[in-house]
């Protein structure tokens, strides 16, 4: 391959990975901004049910500081939304 081609080539390698990396830091802002938001409420548990995500919308919401429910609690199936084991099984 001529040497004018192969540096053809790789600026537009380099051209694609900054792009993608534009697309990346891009989609990490958003998604960020929705987690972190106050208007919507957001949370997200890790597979064995553990709460990985509270945000302040959530906190706002379901009366909990992410910090309280965070790491420490699971939601399972059949207990009220946004009430941790602990809480509900002190209420009933």
């Keep these: 391959m001529p ?3 192969r540096m053809t080539t790789g600026l537009l390698i380099e051209e ?3 792009s993608q990396q534009d697309a990346l830091l891009k989609t990490g802002a958003l998604q960020n901004a929705i ?5 919507f409420s957001s949370t997200a548990t890790d597979e064995n049910g553990v709460i990985q995500i509270f ?3 959530a906190e706002r919401m379901l009366g909990y500081a992410a910090a309280d429910v965070t790491n420490k609690f699971t939601r399972t199936c059949g207990h009220t939304a946004g009430v941790p ?3 509900r ?3 009933s």
């Design 3 to 5: 040497k004018n081609n």
């Design 16 to 18: 694609k990975e900054v």
């Design 35 to 39: 987690i972190n938001s106050e208007n």
């Design 55 to 57: 945000n302040i919308g």
């Design 85 to 87: 084991d602990n809480d």
């Design 89 to 91: 099984a002190a209420s």
